[in-house]
């Protein structure tokens, strides 16, 4: 698998995560 691929998918779950905090 693209390791840069799996990063952006590690990213976005981290802005979610960060989004569900601040609700």
Do not use: I, T
Request: charged share 50%; proline share 0%; net charge negative.
């Amino acid at each position: 698998e693209d390791l840069l691929a799996q990063l952006r998918g590690v990213k976005r779950q981290l802005k979610e995560a960060e989004e569900e905090q601040y609700k």
